[in-house]
């Protein structure tokens, strides 16, 4: 059986691998969520209002994130919730998420591809699976720790790198501070780090079966 060009073998490496970072933390952008990271720490009481009206304006904002939009939703029909630096911001991470979410799928329709052109090398496409998924759920769980006993610094780090400079810093008891507190994106980062961690199993396991599927008989005595 000819083997397939190494190039894609490399290819099906890291679209695994890009999948394997983004997909989990990107599902975590939903109502469901948000709404139940926002009841733990009580958004709603800091605002004065129902919980039904916090989750209204953040669906809202997370409509905006996919599709561009103006996040300019209000509480209780009043002015725009966010300030222009607020939503200026809110726009930065639009097009931030927009651009990881156009990568996961690019990565995905590649791993699609690369794995169907393996099929006939199921131990070579076991064993990419395998070291490419390991190694990002290796990598979330030291992130994961880092995160759990450094967060601030981590956090901050984080915006340094993909966030102009001057542009995500806001007066504690700013209204984006109030409705997403630091305790929220806490649990969100842990969460994230635990969606990868899982991901990456789902796919390790897979890569182990197809590997050990095609591994050599065992000599008996």
Request: no cysteine; net charge negative; glycine share 8%.
């Amino acid at each position: 059986m000819e083997r397939a060009p190494w190039p894609i073998g490399l290819l099906l490496g890291v679209s695994v691998a890009v999948v394997v970072l983004l997909a989990g933390p990107l599902l975590l952008f939903n109502p469901v969520l948000t709404s139940a990271l926002q009841v733990r720490h009580g958004v709603a009481d800091a605002f004065d209002t129902t919980q039904d009206e916090i989750e209204r304006v953040t669906s809202s904002y997370l409509v905006d994130i996919y599709l561009d939009g103006d996040f300019d939703a209000a509480l209780d029909g009043s002015e725009p919730l966010l300030d222009a630096d607020e939503r200026s911001h809110m726009s930065d991470v639009s097009r931030l998420v927009r651009l990881l979410a156009g990568i996961a799928i690019v990565a995905l329709v590649v791993a699609g591809v690369t794995a169907g052109w393996l099929r006939r090398e199921p131990r070579r496409q076991g064993r990419i699976l395998l070291t490419s998924a390991g190694s990002i759920g290796a990598v979330a769980i030291l992130l994961a720790g880092i995160f759990a006993v450094a967060f601030e610094p981590a956090f901050l780090l984080f915006h340094e790198l993909f966030f102009p400079p001057g542009t995500y810093l806001f007066e504690t008891g700013s209204a984006l501070i109030t409705l997403f507190p630091e305790g929220f994106w806490f649990d969100a980062a842990l969460l994230a780090g635990a969606s990868i961690v899982l991901v990456a199993a789902i796919v390790s396991l897979i890569g182990f079966r197809r590997w050990r599927t095609a591994a050599p008989p065992v000599a008996q005595a």
